[in-house]
C-alpha cells in the first residue's frame, strides 16, 4: 500500500513535470482547496501544474511526514524565484481529499548562518509524538498566542537552534523577536489562533493564523523536540491574499 508520504510526493513532484496524471491522487468529488490562489478539484491543481511547468520548476523535498490521515511537508520550490513552503495533506481511503498550505519567498541565511531549511532532517522518538504534540500545542497556545514569556523558558532551550531569517540562535534572541513592535506601538508578530498541529516523533508542525507587520497572514511553525524541550525551529510567513482574489471559498484554514 502507497504511503500518505508517497503519495504526497507523487503529487507535488506533478508542478516539476506539469503532468496531470499527479492530479489523480485527488479524489475530485471531495477534494477542498485552502489555498485562496488555487481552483477547486483536480482541474484545479492540473491548470495550476500546466502554468507553473512552463517556468521550468524544481521541487525539493527536505522533510516529510504522516500523522495519521495527515501527510506533510517542508519543501523548497524553484519557480521563477526560489521559495520555502509547508503542505499540508488530509487523505480518505489512499486519496487527498483536503490541502492547505503556506509559502515564503526563501530570505538570506540568519544572523546565526542558517537557512530556512538546513538543520536536523531525522525523524526519532516515535513513541514520543503525543508527548511531544501536547508539549509545542501549550507552547503554542500559552507562549505564542497568550504571550505567557514568563513561561517560554518552561518549553523552550536555552540554546535553541533558529531558522527564523530574521533571529538569531537561543531563547533570548527569541524572547527579544516575540516582544518586538512596530512604530505604532503595535505588535510585530500577532498570533491569533492555533488551528491544527501535526506531529510524528520529534517534529511538530503549528498551522497558526495572525499578523506580520500588520499583514494578516498564515504563520506555520515547525519544532523538533528533544528531552522535552523545543530545540529546532523553522517557519513560513505568508500573507493571507484578499477575499476578491481568492479562486475557492474554503479560507485559509
Known amino acids: 500500500m502507497t504511503s500518505r508520504k508517497e503519495l504526497l510526493q507523487k503529487l ?11 492530479a489523480t491522487v485527488v479524489n475530485e468529488a471531495k477534494y477542498i482547496q485552502h489555498n485562496p490562489r488555487t481552483g477547486e478539484g483536480s482541474l484545479g491543481l492540473a491548470d495550476l501544474f500546466a502554468r507553473l511547468a512552463k517556468t521550468n520548476p524544481r521541487v525539493t523535498f527536505v522533510r516529510v511526514f ?45 544572523p546565526s548562518g542558517h537557512t530556512m531549511l538546513d538543520g536536523e532532517t531525522a525523524i526519532v522518538d516515535l513513541g514520543k509524538t503525543e508527548e511531544n504534540r501536547e508539549l509545542v ?46 512604530s505604532d506601538g503595535s505588535w510585530r508578530t500577532i498570533y491569533q489562533q492555533v488551528h491544527r498541529v501535526l506531529a510524528e516523533g520529534n517534529f511538530v508542525l503549528c498551522m497558526i493564523e495572525g499578523s506580520k507587520d500588520g499583514l494578516h497572514a498564515g504563520l506555520y511553525d515547525l519544532f523538533r523536540v528533544a528531552d522535552g524541550r523545543i530545540v529546532e525551529h523553522w517557519n513560513t510567513v505568508s500573507p493571507i491574499a484578499p477575499r476578491s482574489e481568492w479562486r475557492n471559498s474554503n479560507g485559509k484554514f
Open 12 to 22: 507535488r513532484k506533478g508542478i516539476e513535470t506539469g503532468d496531470p496524471e499527479a
Open 66 to 110: 504522516e500523522d495519521g490521515d495527515f501527510a506533510f511537508a517542508h519543501n523548497e520550490y524553484d519557480f521563477a524565484g526560489v521559495e520555502v513552503a509547508f503542505e499540508v495533506f488530509r487523505f480518505e481511503d489512499g486519496k487527498a481529499v483536503e490541502h492547505w498550505d503556506n509559502i515564503q519567498m526563501k530570505q538570506p541565511p540568519n
Open 137 to 182: 500545542t501549550g507552547f503554542a497556545r500559552e507562549v505564542l498566542v497568550a504571550r505567557r514569556l514568563d513561561r517560554l523558558d518552561a518549553f523552550v532551550a536555552d540554546d535553541l537552534i533558529q531558522h527564523d531569517p530574521e533571529i538569531a540562535d537561543g531563547i533570548a534572541a527569541l524572547r527579544a523577536s516575540l516582544e518586538s513592535r512596530r
